[in-house]
């Protein structure tokens, strides 16, 4: 049974700004802190936006080199992943995190700050 204290992570994928993928999850571990959370939904973002990507390409046959926007409300965790700083707090889920940065690293994702209000995911997590 999932504690009730765990994150909702939500996360949307647009292709030419039409959704493709959805989701709406609770995580399955209860994170110590808010960018430890923020990890956890990147990471399972990133997973899923690859998957969209090698999609996309087989049925277009077209490979494109652009880097994924990857959206987040937190300037800290950004901050973090670009610099390759995790921390004490987060061994837990440092699998994760050096998931996202090395998709940072190799040019897969480009990571930008969102704010709160306007990233269109966070509507996912609201009851």
């Known amino acids: 049974m999932l504690s009730t ?3 909702m ?6 292709v030419h700004r039409c959704a493709v993928y ?12 808010s960018t430890t959370a923020e990890f956890i ?19 277009t046959n077209v490979r ?5 926007a990857v959206l987040i409300d937190s300037k800290s965790t950004i901050h973090r ?14 699998v994760m ?6 998709a940072h ?5 480009k990571l930008e700050y969102c704010p709160t209000t306007t990233m269109l995911a966070d509507g996912l997590t609201k009851a």
Do not use: Y
Request: include cysteine; charged fraction near 25%; charge should be neutral.
């Open 9 to 14: 992570s939500g996360a949307l994928a647009l």
């Open 105 to 109: 690293v190799n040019g897969l994702i």
């Open 41 to 59: 939904t990147c990471a399972m973002g990133v997973e899923e936006i690859s998957w969209i990507k090698l999609f996309v390409e087989a049925i």
């Open 64 to 68: 494109k080199d652009t880097k994924i």
């Open 81 to 94: 992943i670009i610099n390759g700083k995790s921390s004490e707090a987060q061994k837990t889920v440092d």
């Open 22 to 33: 959805w989701s709406c999850k609770r995580q399955t571990v209860v994170a110590k802190s």
């Open 97 to 102: 995190f050096h998931s996202i940065n090395d």
């Open 5 to 7: 204290d765990a994150q």
